[in-house]
């Protein structure tokens, strides 16, 4: 939505930036580097064995693993004593893992690598696959012997803090704590730094600093940061992984936790501090002092000290004076304190009467007061014309919020930059209203439309069905789910109804998983 | 004693054999309950005999009695029905046990139970009221003020018959010498008496009699309770889970083609021909061909006769046991007509002998499962909340480790159960990870090879977890709703998606039941 303010994107992004190294973090990281061959060795292929193996390749990077395993094996029966046979081999096991057949995966993939190929290099990656797939079979045991074999025999290579990392996952599963600590400082500041595991370190280093973070100590938490990060970037991620740990600690009610938290809060204040540039002058070091500040002020607001956030925003308005960053900021945090009437006031002072009035308007549907949001809306579209659309999806959800339906639903046809959410909030109201057979035609379109929806969709004709008081076509709605598609939740939520709501077994679904 | 007529010459016979009749009584009894009394290493058929005469000739006797008493007077007949309960009540229980009545055979342990403890509670009154009387008359003829006044006989006729022998025998109802020492002085010199059984004792209070009763109702209860606790804990309501006897290989079913002719009809008309000719069959051949599987082998583990298991008894079958938790439907799609057409397949598809009825138990009743004979698979499914106790989660967790058990688990219908069976894992195995269990690996693929997770509904996802414990799943986990596939109707899904979660049912109970006769077998080489 255009409605929003630069600072409001500024932030979005600064969140999804966030939110996807988090993701980052939480998935187990994919031993990239280890199943590509290096382009000298490609040279030594034939033109047939690199064309066979193009093939394969193109079919496994679609994930088309059945495919790419007829291919691979195709290879070895063709090329056995190719240069790319060891490769083929390696490969032809991951598709196995990708399929789940892990044990096949070991005993006729990797471990024919190492007995065929020993001292080719995929040598190492078939031993570490083996530890790795040991681990996901839940063999635990025999994963730790392997893993501690492949760092003892590969000490230098990748491979040994790929098997770290997974040693961490593994103790991690174990709640021990200590080992854990180990294998991360381990990793993060005694492990050979390879640009291909620039993930695996990022997310050892964040996990250590998060475990630093939440004992309280900021020196060592920033230590494992800096190992990985420098400058803007490391003060950014500071910032970060700081907020949670500090909100958690102050929030305990034991003195001493709350107190940890509320000095790693001074300690990460101060630090910025001295991170922040002084020249004013120049457009970019003001600018980034400008954030600093805000991420300062955020931080003290995560600790639960209102003064300490107050104080931060009066010595910026001193010393950068007023602007509408500032003063979003200012209503932003007033508004989070119920302090409402301040943050309207605040809002009120921006220079871009435009994004004032949409904060307004923001408040007013918050407070329900939908007539007077309706009115800055209406003053933004005649003030804004550029962004007519943006604005009349806001009316539509204001005079949905407001229970006018019939007005709502003429507001989101309108509003079809947002399509098919448009037809869903549509469909839903005509359900309000009663009206069925037209919320059902809507659901229908979308079905016919999305096929990612289309289980969604269908589901919500079944219940519209059933609300109606049909229970013949809402019983055949959701059957019809469970049988075309079986493997959506929709199917789960369809099937359970049948049987709990309905008495009915026979729900047509049923697939199998390969 | 009431009037009686002479006892038969016979009752003399009951008399001497009592002690004999007790003691076969007895050790039929230990044999039959706990666990491990007979030693399993010593043929079946020896346990069985004494069980059966043990309680045969308990009953016999209790009988007996019971008939000798007839005609003797009420109190006698009294003592003799006393005395008969328990022979009596343990052979019809195990009557209903042999001709396999289960409802029967727990409705008479109920109710037998509720026998015994009105049985009991009617000679605890019985005691109370023969001390305190016999307490009254001693103190009626120790003070000289009670036994002036209040000389003349009991009216009671009750108090008259129960007296202590020596007024039976008409001597002066006096304490004996020693008696008064063991009596402190009460108000004027009274004795002050401490007997609990008589109601003359100084704590009861005025209400002395329906003080008595009370306390002696509260305590008895509580000691009825604790024993009846304290017997289930040494065994009593222990049960004993027994595989089917016999032997086989864990390896994957051998399949193969049958091929078979079909012949189809083909008429052929002459538009030419002013004779109509009747139709006429061309032989057509169609290979139609229908896969079957061949039981080249016997399914089971170990060496022995037919398929079973090593571990197994003669006796033994394989039972499908459900767990009952609270919190949630533990009961969706319960015995006939759902699992209980899982267990009549299992025996069909391994010719392994298998329990008439599926079963339940509730979670803490796994302890009453002895180590070496408990359940080698337990199922738990639902779709609502699963709710386990501190020692329910100790209990199962004991059952899956100690025990070398394994939970079945099954999603009945949502993502709600998905995460509380995860959850409920969690605090069972704390430092156990699930994994995804792999397509190869030896659960999906024996005694069937499954190509596929066959699904009813993704409520939990796609994917098949485990818990692996020493290499070994002890849970495995169905996302999708396997027992639908099971029930009557298959829940509509297609034949073949029914037809892999039967055999993907199959491969778990078997895999259980493989694992724990090879650990049985380990065990067993290990004692030696």
């Not at chain 1, 190492?114 to 001292?119: A, G, T």
């Not at chain 2, 089971?300 to 919190?327: D, H, M, P, Q, S």
């Amino acid at each position: 939505m255009n409605i929003l303010s630069a600072t409001i994107l500024r932030r979005i992004a600064a969140s999804l930036l966030a939110g996807f190294l988090l993701i980052l973090s939480a998935a187990p990281v994919a031993a990239g580097a280890l199943d590509e061959m290096a382009l000298d060795r490609w040279a030594k292929l034939r033109e047939t064995e690199r064309y066979q193996l193009n093939i394969a390749e193109k079919y496994f990077r679609e994930q088309n693993w059945k495919v790419a395993l007829d291919e691979y094996q195709k290879f070895l029966s063709l090329y056995e004593s190719s240069e790319g046979a060891p490769y083929a081999q390696l490969k032809w096991s991951i598709c196995q893992v990708k399929l789940r057949k892990l044990n096949t995966a070991i005993k006729d993939g990797f471990q024919s690598v190492l007995d065929y190929w020993p001292e080719s290099p995929e040598a190492p990656a078939a031993a570490y696959f083996i530890a790795r797939s040991q681990k996901d079979m839940g063999e635990v045991k025999a994963a730790k012997a392997a893993y501690g074999k492949v760092m003892a025999e590969r000490p230098d290579h990748p491979v040994a803090v790929y098997s770290k990392w997974d040693l961490y996952h593994v103790a991690e599963g174990e709640k021990d704590q200590p080992k854990m600590l180990s294998l991360l400082k381990d990793v993060v500041f005694n492990s050979k730094r390879d640009p291909e595991m620039r993930e695996l370190f990022h997310n050892a280093s964040r996990k250590l600093a998060e475990h630093h973070f939440y004992s309280g100590e900021f020196a060592p938490a920033k230590d494992a940061l800096a190992a990985t990060w420098k400058d803007h970037e490391l003060v950014h991620l500071v910032y970060h992984d700081v907020r949670s740990p500090v909100h958690h600690l102050t929030g305990q009610a034991e003195a001493p936790q709350k107190q940890a938290g509320e000095k790693l809060a001074d300690a990460v204040v101060a630090w910025l501090s001295e991170q922040t540039p002084n020249e004013d002058t120049d457009p970019g070091k003001r600018s980034r002092a400008q954030e600093y500040g805000y991420w300062s002020a955020e931080i003290q607001s995560y600790s639960r000290r209102p003064d300490k956030v107050l104080a931060i925003y009066q010595a910026m308005e001193k010393r950068f004076g007023v602007d509408d960053g500032l003063l979003q900021r200012q209503g932003d945090w007033l508004k989070g304190q119920n302090r409402r009437d301040e943050a309207r006031r605040t809002y009120d002072r921006f220079t871009n009467k435009i994004e004032s009035q949409k904060q307004l308007a923001w408040m007013d549907r918050e407070e329900k007061q939908y007539d007077a949001a309706l009115l800055k809306y209406q003053g933004l579209i005649a003030q804004d014309p550029a962004n007519t659309a943006q604005y009349q999806w806001a009316t539509a959800e204001t005079l949905e919020g407001a229970g006018k339906h019939k007005e709502a639903i003429a507001a989101y046809r309108q509003a079809d930059v947002h399509y098919p959410e448009n037809l869903k909030r549509m469909a839903g109201l005509h359900r309000h209203l009663k009206e069925y057979t037209e919320a059902i035609l809507l659901y229908s379109q979308i079905a016919g439309a999305r096929a990612d929806q289309a289980p969604w969709a269908m589901l919500e004709i079944a219940r519209t069905n059933e609300q109606a008081g049909d229970k013949e076509k809402a019983i055949k709605a959701y059957q019809q789910v469970c049988r075309l598609h079986p493997k959506s939740h929709s199917a789960s939520e369809a099937h359970a109804h049948l049987q709990t709501h309905y008495k009915i077994n026979i729900t047509l679904g049923g697939a199998t998983e390969e | 004693m009431d009037s009686s007529s002479p006892l038969p010459a016979w009752t003399t016979w009951l008399r001497r054999l009592a002690p004999i009749v007790w003691l076969a009584w007895a050790a039929a009894l230990l044999c039959w309950i706990v666990p491990g009394f007979y030693p399993p290493t010593w043929p079946p058929i020896g346990g069985q005999a004494i069980v059966a005469v043990g309680l045969a000739a308990g009953a016999a006797w209790g009988l007996g009695i019971v008939v000798a008493a007839r005609g003797q007077g009420r109190q006698t007949m009294l003592r003799a029905g006393s005395w008969a309960y328990p022979f009596l009540w343990a052979g019809v229980v195990a009557l209903c046990d042999l001709v396999g009545w289960r409802d029967g055979r727990v409705l008479t342990v109920q109710v037998g139970q509720a026998g015994l403890f009105l049985l009991g509670l009617g000679w605890v009154v019985w005691v109370f009221e023969q001390s305190t009387q016999a307490g009254e008359n001693l103190r009626r003829t120790s003070d000289p003020l009670l036994a002036t006044t209040d000389a003349r006989p009991s009216s009671s006729p009750a108090a008259a018959s129960s007296a202590s022998p020596s007024a039976e025998n008409g001597a002066p109802l006096r304490p004996s010498a020693a008696e008064p020492k063991k009596f402190a002085l009460r108000r004027g010199g009274a004795p002050k008496v401490w007997n609990p059984l008589d109601a003359g004792a100084w704590y009861f209070g005025r209400e002395s009699r329906f003080n008595q009763s009370a306390a002696g109702f509260v305590v008895y209860s509580i000691a009825f309770l604790a024993a009846v606790a304290g017997v289930g804990r040494l065994g009593g309501c222990r049960e004993m889970y027994e595989m089917p006897a016999g032997g086989g290989e864990a390896k994957p079913l051998a399949q193969r083609l049958q091929i078979q002719k079909v012949i189809r009809k083909k008429y052929v008309v002459n538009p030419y021909s002013s004779i109509i000719f009747r139709d006429r069959q061309i032989e057509e051949v169609k290979l139609q061909l229908q896969e079957m599987t061949a039981h080249q082998y016997a399914v089971g583990f170990g060496k022995g006769e037919g398929a079973g298991f090593a571990g197994g008894t003669k006796r033994g079958k394989v039972r499908f046991i459900r767990l009952e938790y609270a919190g949630g439907d533990w009961n969706q799609d319960f015995g006939a007509g759902a699992d209980l057409n899982m267990l009549i397949e299992y025996g069909v598809r391994t010719s392994q002998k298998v329990e008439s009825q599926t079963e339940s138990r509730t979670i803490a009743q796994l302890k009453n499962f002895p180590l070496g004979a408990s359940p080698p698979v337990v199922y738990l499914t639902g779709e609502r909340n699963i709710q386990l106790s501190k020692s329910e989660t100790e209990i199962l967790r004991e059952y899956l480790l100690q025990k070398h058990g394994m939970l079945f688990g099954d999603n009945g219908g949502s993502r709600h159960f998905h995460n509380q069976f995860l959850s409920m894992m969690s605090a069972v195995l704390p430092n156990v990870q699930p994994v995804s269990v792999p397509l190869d690996d030896r659960i999906h693929r024996i005694p069937y090879s499954i190509p596929f997770l066959p699904i009813v509904a993704p409520h939990g996802g796609k994917e098949a977890l485990g818990w692996k414990v020493d290499g070994r799943w002890v849970c495995y986990y169905h996302p999708g709703d396997i027992a639908d596939a099971w029930a009557d109707g298959h829940a509509g899904v297609r034949p073949e998606v029914a037809e892999y979660c039967y055999q993907l049912g199959v491969n778990v109970i078997f895999y259980g039941h493989a694992e724990y006769a090879q650990w049985l077998d380990s065990q067993r080489k290990e004692r030696k």
